[in-house]
C-alpha cells in the first residue's frame, strides 16, 4: 500500500517570503499522480497544484511549483511571494494510474502560518 | 456550474441514532469518493461509487457504514448506531467519467458530531 509522509506539522513564513513544504511517499507503482491540495479553514478541499509521475518537468501553477525528485520519491511544494490568504493546511496526495481502486492517499497535512 | 454539494454542513447525533450524509456530485461527474478526516489527520479513503456500484469499500468500516449512489439523486453515506468516535468531518468528492490525471473535486465536507 502507498503512504504519503509529510514531517512538517507546522510551517511559519513572514508575508511576502517564500517557503517550501515537504512531501515524501512509498510506492511500487512506476506511474501514478501527485497532488497538493490547500484546506483553508472553511474546510473546503482546493486543488493546488498536480504531477503526472511520467512528466520529469515540474509543474507549476502561478505562484506555487513543486520539486518532485520521483527517484528520492519526494514532491516538495514551494510558495513564492506569501500571502495572508495562503495560510491553511496544505495535503500532499497520492493516485494510483488505474485498477479498481481509485482513492488518494493523503498525508497528515502542514499548518502553514503566514506572519503579516 | 455548481460545484460539489454536500448537505448537511452540520450533523449532530446522539450515541445510537442514524447518520444521512448527502453528496450531488458536479454536472457530468458520475464517480463519487467518501473520505473521512478526523481531528489533526489527514482525509482517509473510504469508498468508490458509480451509478448503482459499489466500486471499491475496501476504506469503510465493515459494520454500520453503508454508501449507495442511486440512478437518480445524490450519494448518501449511511452511518447506522453511530458511536462517538464516528465523530469527523466526512467528505465526498466527484470526478468525470474517463480516467484523468487531475485531482477531484471536493465538496466542503459535512461535519459529523456524535453526542
Known amino acids: 500500500a502507498q503512504t504519503v509522509t509529510q514531517s512538517q506539522p507546522e510551517m511559519s513564513v513572514q508575508e511576502a517570503e517564500t517557503v517550501t513544504l515537504s512531501c515524501t511517499y512509498d510506492?511500487?507503482?512506476?506511474?501514478?499522480?501527485l497532488f497538493w491540495y490547500k484546506q483553508p479553514p472553511s474546510r473546503q478541499m482546493i486543488l493546488v497544484i498536480r504531477?503526472?509521475?511520467?512528466?520529469?518537468q515540474n509543474a507549476t501553477e502561478n505562484r506555487f511549483s513543486v520539486n518532485f525528485q520521483k527517484a528520492a520519491k519526494s514532491f516538495s511544494l514551494k510558495i513564492s511571494d506569501s500571502q495572508l490568504g495562503d495560510a491553511a493546511m496544505y495535503f500532499c496526495?497520492?493516485?494510483?494510474?488505474?485498477?479498481?481502486?481509485?482513492?488518494?492517499?493523503f498525508g497528515k497535512g502542514t499548518h502553514l502560518i503566514i506572519q503579516p | 456550474n455548481a460545484g460539489v454539494m454536500q448537505n448537511p454542513r452540520h450533523l449532530v447525533r446522539r450515541r445510537g441514532q442514524e447518520a444521512r450524509l448527502r453528496c450531488s456530485p458536479m454536472?457530468?461527474?458520475?464517480?463519487v469518493y467518501w473520505y473521512r478526516q478526523l481531528p489533526e489527520e489527514g482525509l482517509k479513503f473510504m469508498v468508490y461509487?458509480?451509478?448503482?456500484?459499489?466500486?471499491?469499500e475496501s476504506g469503510m468500516p465493515k459494520e454500520r457504514f453503508s454508501a449507495e449512489f442511486p440512478k437518480e439523486g445524490p450519494s448518501i453515506l449511511r452511518i447506522q448506531q453511530v458511536v462517538r468516535g464516528d465523530s469527523a468531518a466526512y467528505f465526498c468528492a466527484s470526478s468525470p467519467p474517463s480516467r484523468s490525471s487531475y485531482g477531484y473535486t471536493f465538496g466542503s465536507g459535512t461535519r459529523l458530531t456524535v453526542v
Open positions: 461509487l458509480q451509478k448503482e456500484n459499489i466500486i471499491d
Open positions: 510506492t511500487s507503482e512506476s506511474d501514478y499522480y
Open positions: 504531477q503526472e509521475a511520467y512528466k520529469q
Open positions: 454536472k457530468g461527474h458520475s464517480h
Open positions: 496526495a497520492y493516485r494510483s494510474p488505474g485498477g479498481g481502486a481509485d482513492g488518494l492517499t
